[in-house]
């Protein structure tokens, strides 16, 4: 299964695709549009923490 190959916890949520995304990393908060091409970078740890906290409840709450 996708754990064992990739070698991490896997979930999929039941959502429509989307055209956009999120990364964190570090102190830094990516948000990227897939359809327009753009993305803006924003560097504020109380945002990055927030948004984590955010993540990782959302990931807690979602079935495997």
Same mark, same amino acid.
């Given at each position: 299964?996708? /754990?064992?190959? &990739?070698?991490? /916890?896997?979930?999929? #949520?039941?959502?429509?695709?989307? %055209? @956009?995304?999120? &990364? #964190?990393?570090? %102190?830094?908060? &990516? #948000?990227? /549009?897939?359809? =327009? %091409?753009?993305?803006?970078?924003?560097? %504020? !740890? @109380?945002?990055? !923490?927030? #948004?984590? @906290? @955010?993540?990782? =409840?959302?990931?807690?709450?979602?079935? /495997?």
């Amino acid at each position: 299964d996708e /754990s064992k190959r &990739y070698g991490r /916890s896997i979930k999929h #949520l039941p959502i429509d695709e989307q %055209n @956009a995304g999120v &990364y #964190l990393v570090g %102190n830094r908060v &990516y #948000l990227f /549009s897939f359809k =327009d %091409n753009v993305g803006v970078m924003v560097e %504020n !740890q @109380a945002i990055t !923490q927030f #948004l984590t @906290a @955010a993540f990782d =409840d959302h990931w807690d709450k979602t079935k /495997s």
